[in-house]
Structures are given as structure tokens and as C-alpha cells.
T-cell receptor, first 116, second 115 residues
Framework: KAGVTQTPRYLIKTRGQQVTLSCSPI?????VSWYQQTPGQGLQFLFE???????NKGNFPGRFSGRQFSNSRSEMNVSTLELGDSALYLC???????????????FGNGTRLTVT | AQKVTQAQTEISVVEKEDVTLDCVYE???????LFWYKQPPSGELVFLIR??????QNEISGRYSWNFQKSTSSFNFTITASQVVDSAVYFC????????????FGAGTRLFVKA
């Protein structure tokens, strides 16, 4: 079974630009979560989608948004990029979603975003 | 509020040594799950184990073992006879219902195993 696929693996953008990251979950998984990983802040929860609906959101500004399609694939968008947005963005899928406490998350390799 | 604390930022051991990674959590819920994940240098986080709040039995899987103690809100992870391939960042995580379910992670412990 294919794992979680994130594209692209690397991105370099300049301040003020916007970026879209893509995530394809494991087949059959309907929940997709996004995390931002930085050396200083660790893994920070961005949001979670289940059946095309955002169910949870972390403490990030409105410049961070996402969506989920009917095939469970998800995209994350960051507008008006800032230097501090440089990070590894991780997508994770789970079978039952965050609504089932015992569902482990299956992570992709991440997209490393560098903002210059 | 939920919180997961991994006080050890980095640990360095020599191969074949035993090593314990500490995890302390805070939650107001009585129902929650705890997890450990491993992030090798390749970057992909890998799920290792989960434990629910009602199951305090320790678990052993090969060289890995986990000690869950509700009395001290700890969920520690021990690697016996460490190997170079165990070098990675290990994350402890907590999943609970806070009005919306989400999994939060500790800051991680970077383990270096030297040959």
C-alpha cells in the first residue's frame, strides 16, 4: 500500500509570495492533518480535514488555509509568505481521523519550504 | 490544557547501551491516547506505539519497551541494547478531545547512537 505522498519535496519562495502544498493520503484514509515543523517550535498542528470538512484548526494566522477534495487529497496554502514560514510541512493521514483518539497518524516525508 | 514535555533535548549513547527517553504529559481528560513516533534522518515520522489512558500495562516489542504511569503522568520509552540505526528524533504525542480532537507532540528527543 502506498504511503502518504507530499509534493513538492522542496520549495524556495520569496517573501510576499504564496504557495500551495499537496498531500495524497494512504488509500482509504479519509482524514488528513497538517503540521509545521521548525527547530524552535517543534511540531505544531495546523489543521485537520475529514470528508472535505475542516474539523480542527491550530493557532495559526489566516494566511494558512487548506482544503480537502472528494478523493481525500488535500492541499495547504500559505499566502503572503514571511521569513518565519520557513519550515518542514508535514501531512499525515489516518483511517478514522482525529475524531478517533486511538488512530495513529501516518506521515509523509514533508515539503521543506524556504522563504527568502 | 494539553501539554507534552520531553525534557531531554539530545541524548548520546554508545552502541549496546540502554537508553530511556522521558515523556511527561498534562491533560484534564480521563480518556486520551499516548503515542511515540520516530523520525529518522530521512524525515518521515513513523508510528511506534499507542497506549490508552485506561491501560497501564507496560509493553515490550523487541528491544523497545514502554512504561506508562498515570500517577506521574509519564510515558517513558526505553531502547535496550541500542544500535546505530536507532539514531533519530523521537516524539511523544497526546491525543484527546478538547472540544475538537487533535494530536499534539512534544518537542522531541534527538538520540545519537555511536558505534
Amino acid at each position: 500500500k502506498a504511503g502518504v505522498t507530499q509534493t513538492p519535496r522542496y520549495l524556495i519562495k520569496t517573501r510576499g509570495q504564496q504557495v500551495t502544498l499537496s498531500c495524497s493520503p494512504i488509500s482509504g484514509h479519509r482524514s488528513v492533518s497538517w503540521y509545521q515543523q521548525t527547530p524552535g517550535q517543534g511540531l505544531q498542528f495546523l489543521f485537520e480535514y475529514f470528508s472535505e470538512t475542516q474539523r480542527n484548526k491550530g493557532n495559526f494566522p489566516g494566511r494558512f488555509s487548506g482544503r480537502q477534495f472528494s478523493n481525500s487529497r488535500s492541499e495547504m496554502n500559505v499566502s503572503t509568505l514571511e521569513l518565519g514560514d520557513s519550515a518542514l510541512y508535514l501531512c499525515a493521514s489516518s483511517l478514522m481521523g482525529q475524531g478517533a483518539l486511538n488512530s495513529p497518524l501516518h506521515f509523509g516525508n514533508g515539503t521543506r519550504l524556504t522563504v527568502t | 490544557a494539553q501539554k507534552v514535555t520531553q525534557a531531554q533535548t539530545e541524548i548520546s549513547v554508545v552502541e549496546k547501551e540502554d537508553v530511556t527517553l522521558d515523556c511527561v504529559y498534562e491533560t484534564r481528560d480521563t480518556t486520551y491516547y499516548l503515542f511515540w513516533y520516530k523520525q529518522p534522518p530521512s524525515g518521515e515520522l513513523v508510528f511506534l506505539i499507542r497506549r490508552n489512558s485506561f491501560d497501564e500495562q507496560n509493553e515490550i516489542s523487541g528491544r523497545y519497551s514502554w512504561n506508562f504511569q498515570k500517577s506521574t503522568s509519564s510515558f517513558n520509552f526505553t531502547i535496550t541494547a541500542s544500535q546505530v540505526v536507532d539514531s533519530a528524533v523521537y516524539f511523544c504525542a497526546l491525543s484527546e478531545d478538547t472540544g475538537g480532537f487533535k494530536t499534539i507532540f512534544g518537542a522531541g528527543t534527538r538520540l545519537f547512537v555511536k558505534a
